[in-house]
């Protein structure tokens, strides 16, 4: 088998589509050697050398050492220069080179191949001793540090103390003579510490070298590095050897990074920074400024120092040159390292680069538009979850923090306001002008005023579809849960983060974004949905399959989901409309009564407000189908606490106070999640469903005959396991239907059906689509219910879940498609079996997760519903998946 591969001089082994064989740095020079650019000759050691070399207890094949020979002799040939030749050496750089790059995480050696006697000659030929001396310290100080593992510590001591002896304050004081008296030292140094001299022979050297670099794969930060960004352990990396070029040979010498767009903002410019006289370690470590690589981007800052397009013209214009052929060439973005030796351009690296949300969007949309890329490629080309970042005000990025904590990154968005520890208060606050972070240890539907009055949410407790995190999604307001670092005693109105303590007025900024809880404001900087945008996700829309419809119960919420594209309501949560401050006591009424009769009263007083609700979101989503839920959660979440709320719910339904409270002890569950709830309330209290009902049909009539245009109502019954339940209920939602359209004399079309939240529900798929119309995936219970996991109190156990693999991601973010998958697609084939255009869609939490996305897809749902924010994201998901 081959291990070394060649480039440069004409020649090229590989290619970039070589990045798994010889890494991301391997391939690209190979790839810009090839296609005629100035790389300094070398050669890459494959990535499979370094398996082997494990495999081997960290020795080399003797195979190696000819092809090794080889890469040498090619490097020779093309520079003139011989390894080790004391007249006139060749110097090389060794470097590591991984598949994907790791940034700072493995070893590399400069100047490799300088010795007491090559110095001299390296000295001669470039008729500068200074330069000659300072690159043989360099090499020695990397040397030591990388290949001997010797506290680079003692280098920089000996540096510092010859500096302050004879006056200097920066490096580029030391003359050549300084330069070789360190040498002098250094190498005692390596003497003292290493128990042997500094290597003279050039083979040691490079040996060492590239043994350091392989031995670099297994250094314990390249493993945390592996685990944090799911690289496997087996990929190894490549070893590049290249001739050194240097940009530190006097004032027409420079090293530089850039890239060929602006990768904060994405704008058609080059963007960068050179040093003069300096080699490339000296950008990185920050001993210097670097200076801008264009005098746009120096007058934009008012800086001083020349840039290179003054301080250096041709060799600019040369990387500007360079910079247009790699994007053509590549098709992306480049982010690229530079070197000028005397003028004259090499280039050192290419690859493409990262970049923030904003110019993802930009530079996709804009090689589409140059024609540098299609408009499908633009599409897979933006991360949907990074839209995010655009849809929400964020943080500057500029701004200072002062962290408190960090919590889970529930509801994306930034927002600073008075920490309020109690629903009411932030209420009151909020109509009084204050911006509001509404803090508590857990939030229930009761702070839904609450939630809805804050600027930004933050919990103690709950994961990523917790309560708060689940409504502030939808309200779209930035939301930290599950911070556990906090404890809150609401009564005090004071939080204790550690040793520090927030009081009630306080400011605080949350970022949900990262989970961050910071101390104090932090400047936000607003969202622009400009034009970029609104092109990307109109391209998407014409490939995308899925429709996208929105989870929400509000007419804002409505609207906001319009706006970003919403295509119909998936998911409307009726509950949330019960805990109005206007209904709440009917609703306690309802549910405290001791008959039907009592129920009924409570009921006739709701009727007139539910059905206002539906008429308002009709209104806004006319001509689209709306698909309502009935009534789902326990009723004892709508229980009376307070003492004042106990008398005021026994006032209206003309009952003693104590009679109430036996009842509210009744109503107790153990288990409320698998108790009294979903469908089994409209069983054992089919008046509650039909009041539900009939407000639904008569907000129809009402807007069919206002707007001239009828909306499309899709009942959905909550939590059905069994065909028999949604036959009862249909029944009854059925004759509600009849008799409003009877008493009013129109007639609505509407479909009654079911959500697949329970396995069983899912099992018997195909009979329950006798029953019912169209099935909705209720993803956050069926994964609640099938992995016997609860949703609410996952969070404490489900962070080590992942960490060990025994889960990939959340399953409550993100689909276990093993699991959970496979009961969705079994469920949608059964029921398709036995209704061919059974509609079918998804509209848990999952529904706005690009990874269940394409999940959807594959399994031919025909929608997928998303909170109002995830809309966006879900359309461009959706169009992603259909490519
Ligand atoms: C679900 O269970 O996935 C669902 C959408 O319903 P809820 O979150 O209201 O239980
Ligand atoms: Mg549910």
Same mark, same amino acid.
């Not at 290493?194 to 930060?221: C, E, M, N, T």
């Not at 839209?387 to 529930?410: E, F, I, M, S």
């Given at each position: ?217 297994? +250094? ?20 590049? *050897? ?16 850039? /890239? ?46 020349? &840039? ?59 090689? +589409? ?117 906090? &404890? ?149 979440? /709508? ?212 990874? &269940? ?10 929608? *997928? ?19």
């Amino acid at each position: 088998t081959q291990y070394v591969y060649r480039f440069g001089g004409g020649v090229s082994d590989g290619g970039s589509g070589d990045k798994t064989l010889l890494g991301g740095k391997g391939a690209n020079l190979a790839e810009m050697a090839s296609i005629g650019l100035p790389v300094p000759p070398g050669f890459t050691i494959a990535t499979t050398m370094c398996t082997r070399y494990y495999e081997d207890g960290e020795t080399f094949p003797d195979s190696l050492r000819d092809e090794v020979a080889t890469g040498i002799a090619h490097i020779e040939g093309i520079t003139g220069k011989r390894f080790g030749d004391e007249a006139d050496p060749l110097l090389v750089s060794v470097r590591s080179g991984a598949r994907v790059s790791m940034p700072g995480m493995m070893d590399t050696v400069l100047n490799l191949g300088l010795n007491d006697r090559t110095v001299e000659g390296l000295a001669a030929v470039s008729d500068d001793a200074r330069f000659a001396w300072d690159s043989y310290r360099r090499f020695i100080q990397m040397y030591s540090d990388v290949v001997l593992e010797l506290d680079h510590g003692r280098f920089e001591e000996a540096l510092e103390i010859a500096k302050e002896d004879r006056g200097y304050y920066l490096d580029t004081d030391l003359t050549a003579d300084d330069w070789r008296a360190l040498v002098a030292q250094y190498k005692d140094i390596v003497v003292e510490l290493w128990g042997k001299p500094f290597p003279q022979d050039v083979h040691d050297q490079l040996w060492g070298a590239i043994g350091a670099v392989f031995g670099s794969w297994q +250094a314990d930060r390249a493993k945390v590095y592996r685990r944090l960004n799911d690289i496997p352990g087996d990929w190894g990396t490549a070893v590049n *050897v290249q001739a050194m070029v240097f940009g530190n040979m006097g004032d027409t010498s420079a090293t530089g990074v850039a /890239f060929t767009r602006d990768p904060s903002t994405g704008a058609n410019a080059y963007y960068g920074e050179f040093l003069i006289n300096a080699q490339g370690e000296d950008v990185v470590a920050g001993i210097r400024t670097p200076q801008y690589l264009t005098t746009a981007a120096r007058a934009a800052a008012n800086a001083k120092p020349l &840039s290179m397009e003054e301080a250096m013209p041709d060799a600019y214009a040369e990387l500007a040159a360079v910079f247009d052929r790699l994007e053509r060439h590549y098709r992306d973005m480049q982010d690229i390292e530079f070197t000028v030796q005397q003028g004259k351009l090499w280039m050192l690296q290419t690859r493409s680069g990262k970049r923030t949300a904003k110019a993802a969007l930009k530079i996709a949309v804009d090689m +589409a538009e140059e024609g540098l890329i299609s408009r499908e490629e633009a599409i897979a080309r933006v991360d949907p979850q990074a839209l995010d970042q655009l849809l929400h005000p964020t943080l500057d990025p500029k701004a200072a923090r002062d962290v408190l904590t960090k919590g889970l990154p529930a509801s994306p968005g930034a927002a600073s306001g008075i920490a309020v520890f109690d629903s009411d208060t932030a209420e009151r606050r909020s109509n009084a002008g204050d911006a509001v972070i509404l803090i508590r240890t857990e939030t229930s539907p009761e702070d839904i005023h609450g939630m809805h009055a804050a600027r930004g949410i933050l919990t103690a407790r709950g994961g990523m579809t917790s309560h708060a995190a689940v409504v502030a999604r939808g309200m779209g307001r930035p939301c930290v849960s599950g911070a556990g670092s906090i &404890s809150i005693d609401a009564k005090a109105g004071v939080m204790k983060v550690g040793s520090r303590e927030i009081r009630e007025g306080d400011i605080v900024t949350i970022d949900g974004a990262t989970g961050e809880v910071m101390a104090g404001a932090v400047a936000t900087v607003q969202p622009e949905l400009a034009g970029d945008f609104g092109t990307l996700m109109e391209w998407a829309d014409g490939v995308r399959r899925l429709k996208v419809r929105t989870n929400a119960e509000t007419p804002l919420d409505c609207r906001t989901a319009r706006d970003f594209g919403a295509e119909g309501i998936g998911l409307c949560r009726t509950e949330h409309m019960f805990f109005e401050q206007s209904r709440i006591t009917a609703v306690r009424q309802m549910i405290l009564a001791e008959d039907e009769a009592g129920r009924r009263v409570a009921l006739d007083k709701l009727l007139p407000e539910q059905r206002s609700d539906f008429v308002e979101i009709f209104e806004v989503m006319v001509g689209l189908p709306c698909t309502i839920r009935l009534l789902d959660p326990p009723l004892h979440e /709508f229980l009376p606490h307070e003492e004042a709320e106990f008398a005021e719910v026994a006032q209206a339904a003309g009952i003693e106070v104590e009679q109430l409270k036996r009842r509210a002890a009744e109503l107790h569950e153990f288990n409320p999640m698998l108790g009294h709830r979903g469908c089994r309330l409209g069983v054992t209290y089919p008046e509650i469903y039909e009041m539900q009902a009939r407000a639904i049909f008569e907000a129809a009539v009402i807007v069919a005959e206002k707007s001239g245009e009828a909306p499309i109502p899709e009942v959905m019954i909550p939590l059905v396991g069994t065909k028999r339940e949604l036959e009862l209920m249909k029944t009854v939602i059925d004759k509600a239907a009849e008799a409003v359209f009877a008493d009013k004399g129109r007639r609505i079309e509407y479909l009654v059906g079911t959500m697949i939240e329970l396995p069983r529900a899912a099992l018997k798929a195909g009979e329950i689509a006798e029953a019912g119309q169209f099935f909705s995936f209720g993803t956050n219970d069926l994964t609640q219910t099938t992995l016997g996991v609860s949703r609410d109190d996952a969070s404490r156990f489900l962070g080590a879940y992942v960490e060990k693999g025994i889960y990939a991601r959340d399953p409550f973010v993100s689909i276990d498609v093993e699991g959970v998958g496979e009961l969705i697609e079994l469920a949608a084939e059964r029921g398709r079996k036995t209704r061919s255009d059974i509609k079918l869609g998804i509209c848990g939490e999952h529904g706005g997760d690009p990874a &269940s996305i394409a999940f959807c897809e594959k399994v031919g749902l025909d929608y *997928v519903s998303a909170s109002p924010y995830r809309v966006p994201i879900a359309r461009l998901a959706a169009a992603q998946a259909a490519l």
